[in-house]
């Protein structure tokens, strides 16, 4: 208790007030070290001995017994509000109006039982019938990579806009965050294509015009020279997702002719299992989302530069789930096992 970052301050002063009875301290000297009065040392320890633990804590308090039910409150609150407010969900004021009460007391109710109505979060199941399969084969790759291969994630971040701002930044000084204006100048987009190498982070990347299988067909014949077979019989194992660009019959024609490359599918609506998506984060915070750009080809000169120098510094990304655990997270729950 005296180490909890969670019990009141007060439960834990009483702990404290224990423990140092034990070492032998005198009554006076423990009210000296924990802020008390000697007084309160000695109420508390009494009723240590008296009850143990549970003695140091609150008795009930005095006063009049709650007559609003909490409960009440909350089984209102998970209801839909009625047609006439026109709202999608509660506030504490509008939900205290509705039942003639104080927001507060709606506040405290929502509180005790951990009912958050503002807020909302998204799902999406994938309804993909090798869901399994792939999910298996793709961890798989990441967690026991086959020998004598290289394993690449690949994925394609299009539609990047070149914004460029109405009026220069003003730097970040000390006080004052970088500023920027809130208008901007639409100067055209770029598509970037990425191969994220799982054993080293290392990225290989291309900036395209257009989002087209053309481009991709491209992109993978970029790939194959920068891991280019030396004789060893060395194999590539490409995850990607089922993008339609990605399965056209042209693809599927080269791949054939180059039985060293083995393409690996995510399952429908299951992208988020391709790693590069990590690294496709990463530079939309640190290079494109607070940048300025006056043209397409000053974009693409300064996402090739972030490629650059994330490759001189670059890390892999390690996976730990297993499939076992994602398919078991992932797993569809029924109505009829709701926790409330």
């Known amino acids: ?33 924990v802020g008390a009065s000697r007084p309160t040392v000695i109420a508390w320890r009494n009723r240590y001995q008296d009850k143990g633990i549970d003695g140091l804590v609150d008795d009930p308090r005095s006063g009049r017994p709650r007559t ?27 939900l205290g109006r509705h039942l003639g009460v104080s927001n507060g007391t709606i506040a405290k109710a929502w509180r005790a039982y951990g009912v958050q109505p ?48 109405t ?25 970037l294509f990425a191969a994220l190498e799982i054993a080293t982070g290392k990225v290989t990347g291309a900036c395209k015009p257009r989002h087209r299988h053309q481009e991709f067909l491209a992109f993978l014949k970029q790939v194959a020279r920068a891991y280019p077979d030396q004789g060893t019989g060395q194999e590539l194992h490409l995850v990607m997702d089922n993008y339609a660009a990605h399965k056209r019959v042209e693809i599927r024609d080269w791949l054939a002719a180059n039985p060293r490359i083995h393409i690996h599918f995510t399952p429908t ?8 998506e990590v690294w496709f984060g990463i530079i939309e915070r640190q290079a494109i989302h607070r940048g300025s750009f006056g043209s397409v080809k000053d974009l693409n000169t300064k996402i090739r530069a972030f490629v650059n120098g994330w490759n001189d510094r670059a890390h892999p990304f390690v996976w730990t789930k297993t499939a076992d655990e994602i398919l078991k997270k992932a797993n569809r729950q029924t109505t009829s096992n709701t926790g409330h």
């Open 1 to 33: 208790m005296t180490r909890s970052t969670s019990v009141r301050a007060g439960l834990a002063q009483r702990a404290r007030i224990v423990l140092l009875g034990a070492d032998g301290l005198a009554n006076t000297a423990i009210a000296d070290k």
């Open 68 to 94: 609003l039910d909490h409960r009440r409150i909350v089984s209102a609150t998970l209801k839909a509000p009625p047609k006439k407010y026109g709202v999608t969900h509660w506030s504490s004021r509008l």
């Open 118 to 165: 503002w807020r909302m979060q998204t799902f999406k199941f994938s309804t993909d019938p090798q869901l399994v399969a792939k999910v298996t084969d793709v961890v798989g790759l990441y967690l026991a990579p086959p020998e004598n291969a290289i394993v690449l994630c690949v994925d394609e971040k299009s539609q990047i806009q070149a914004l460029d701002r």
């Open 167 to 191: 009026a220069p930044m003003l730097p970040m000084q000390p006080g004052l965050p970088q500023r920027r204006t809130h208008d901007y100048k639409r100067n055209g987009t770029t598509t």
């Open 269 to 276: 609506s299951g992208s988020w299992l391709n790693l590069v």
